[in-house]
């Protein structure tokens, strides 16, 4: 009952604003998201459009730069398939996982305990983007050339304020502050000297907050998403292809779909260390059609995850109310 005594401010709201100018409406919900992120601390920014371009934008601090955690498993993504597309991997060729490549995580991590293990580039692009399995991240992420190979994917798209810098294990590393070696090992052996070493990451990180390396605005991260959506980014069957392992995303159930009305249709990448907790992705209106481009990134927050994730599902779901009342009025 209380969930829905706190959306009828906002549904209430879109209705009076649907017969306005959308030149008012968008600062009004742009000052109702601001009024419900106060609650977690840190800083929330947002960024979202219509696919095709149409209204207004929904940009609160969207040009300030936040670290993307795991939402740069996209950009891992879109450097694959492009060496796909040129011909220079298959979807169906096979790639050894060493033990030295766990990063714990869920998915490969609890297979790869010997050597001989090999998967996919299709199985790793899918367990990097639907359970955001770390292990194969870094796998795909050396396949593809390193996170430099990225980035110069990312300004091909002529995406600029966006930079992958490190693997998931490398940043792993420089957030809990370990040593050089392999990452598994080295985690816990930390964890026997530190019971309390993986609490930490559930909080912020003020070197890691302020550090500009693998981080985007949410205005970057939308365009990027705008891009790929809109078959600008890879050729026809490798966009299918990132769209339809996205819409299988199986983390963040709390998040961008956590308000949503069953059966809506959304591809997003979650990401979460320390004291930030992101969804980015692409919602479907009821029509089937329309679709709305959402980057939500949340940073510096000492809030109970569950809060944090509720405020990323309140402002995803007042979004897609905003764009939905427009198309209907």
Do not use: Y
Request: with cysteine; glycine share 8%.
């Amino acid at each position: 009952m209380k969930q829905g005594l706190r959306r009828w401010p906002v549904a209430l709201f879109f209705c009076v604003m649907s017969s306005l100018e959308t030149t008012v409406a968008a600062p009004v919900l742009e000052a109702e998201i601001a009024r419900l992120s106060a609650p977690i601390g840190g800083k929330v920014g947002v960024a979202a459009w219509q696919l095709d371009g149409k209204g207004e934008r929904i940009l609160v601090n969207a040009g300030e730069r936040f670290p993307m955690a795991s939402t740069f498993k996209i950009a891992v993504a879109g450097a694959i398939l492009a060496n796909v597309d040129a011909g220079k991997l298959q979807l169906e060729q096979l790639v050894a996982v060493q033990p030295t490549d766990i990063v714990p995580s869920d998915g490969v991590a609890s297979l790869a305990i010997h050597p001989g293990i090999s998967l996919s580039v299709q199985n790793l692009l899918e367990l990097m983007l639907t359970l955001s399995d770390n292990t194969a991240t870094d796998v795909l992420t050396r396949l593809a050339g390193g996170p430099q190979a990225a980035t110069a994917w990312v300004r091909k798209q002529g995406i600029e304020d966006q930079r992958i810098d490190r693997d998931t294990a490398t940043l792993l590393r420089d957030f809990f502050n370990l040593p050089p070696g392999p990452f598994n090992q080295i985690l816990e052996e930390a964890l026997k000297q530190d019971p309390n070493l993986e609490e930490r990451g559930n909080h912020p990180n003020a070197a890691f907050d302020n550090d500009v390396r693998d981080t985007s605005t949410p205005t970057a991260m939308a365009q990027l998403l705008t891009k790929i959506f809109n078959q600008q980014a890879l050729s026809v069957s490798s966009t299918k292809v990132l769209i339809d392992i996205m819409q299988r995303c199986r983390t963040g159930t709390g998040r961008l779909p956590g308000r949503m009305p069953a059966g809506t249709v959304i591809a997003h990448k979650t990401g979460t260390v320390g004291g930030t907790v992101n969804d980015v992705g692409v919602m479907t209106l009821p029509d089937g059609k329309s679709q709305i481009v959402i980057a939500v990134f949340i940073k510096a927050s000492d809030q109970p995850m569950e809060e944090r994730e509720r405020v990323i599902a309140e402002i995803a779901r007042s979004v897609r109310d905003h764009f939905l009342f427009a198309e209907t009025s």
